[in-house]
T-cell receptor, first 110, second 115 residues
Framework: DAKTTQPPSMDCAEGRAANLPCNHSTISGNEYVYWYRQIHSQGPQYIIHGLKNNETNEMASLIITEDRKSSTLILPHATLRDTAVYYCIVTWDGSEKLVFGKGMKLTVNP | DGGITQSPKYLFRKEGQNVTLSCEQN?????MYWYRQDPGQGLRLIYY???????QKGDIAEGYSVSREKKESFPLTVTSAQKNPTAFYLCASSIGARGHRDEQFFGPGTRLTVL
């Protein structure tokens, strides 16, 4: 069972920042937050992951609250190609499993 | 180019037939995974392998079998015992036996339809 809760869908205007929320209120101390996305009919793509600190890479930023019960994935300048299903995943160090829930459909509009 | 290939992209089989899905990677990754995705759903883990000649069942292994004779290859057989085999099948790999701590790289998937 997925340990995260995401809204089913979200819209964003092209060029604006997309802030994708995720709740993981039962997260434990050794569990990481991962984000993947899946463009229609393709394999998922890794975006970013973090434990406690905020993280940034060339694709996105991950903001994790101090109590670690929620996080936000930020796409700073959304493009039409960012339209996809985004999965927020919580999993512990040493686990082989990535449990994908239903994710959240982000639609970037022109 | 390094990556994961799955073939074919679309596959049709008659009910009662076994079918083998191919997954090859040239990333020199030790770990490989098979997932199944049904429409509107997330991915579910079928089998995974952390090293050659070793593999473990995932959450929905019944009706499936795998082999890992070579590091580069992790074929999945969908047997006639699988009740609802029609689905989108995704193969993934990651660097080492640390599992999720390494990002998983996914192939393009095979869409299997059983008639």
């Amino acid at each position: 069972d997925a340990k995260t809760t995401q809204p089913p869908s979200m819209d964003c205007a092209e060029g604006r920042a997309a802030n994708l929320p995720c709740n993981h209120s039962t997260i434990s101390g050794n569990e990481y937050v991962y984000w993947y996305r899946q463009i229609h009919s393709q394999g998922p793509q890794y975006i970013i992951h973090g434990l406690k600190n905020n993280e940034t890479n060339e694709m996105a930023s991950l903001i994790i609250t101090e109590d670690r019960k929620s996080s936000t994935l930020i796409l700073p300048h959304a493009t039409l190609r960012d339209t996809a299903v985004y999965y927020c995943i919580v999993t512990w160090d040493g686990s082989e499993k990535l449990v994908f829930g239903k994710g959240m459909k982000l639609t970037v509009n022109p | 180019d390094g990556g994961i290939t799955q073939s074919p992209k679309y596959l049709f089989r008659k009910e009662g037939q076994n079918v083998t899905l191919s997954c090859e990677q040239n990333l020199n990754h030790d770990a490989m995974y098979w997932y199944r995705q049904d429409p509107g759903q997330g991915l579910r883990l079928i089998y995974y392998s952390q090293i050659v000649n070793d593999f473990q069942k995932g959450d929905i292994a019944e009706g499936y079998s795998v082999s890992r004779e070579k590091k580069e290859s992790f074929p999945l057989t969908v047997t006639s015992a699988q009740k609802n085999p029609t689905a989108f099948y995704l193969c993934a790999s990651s660097i080492g036996a640390r599992g999720h701590r390494d990002e998983q790289f996914f192939g393009p998937g095979t869409r299997l339809t059983v008639l």
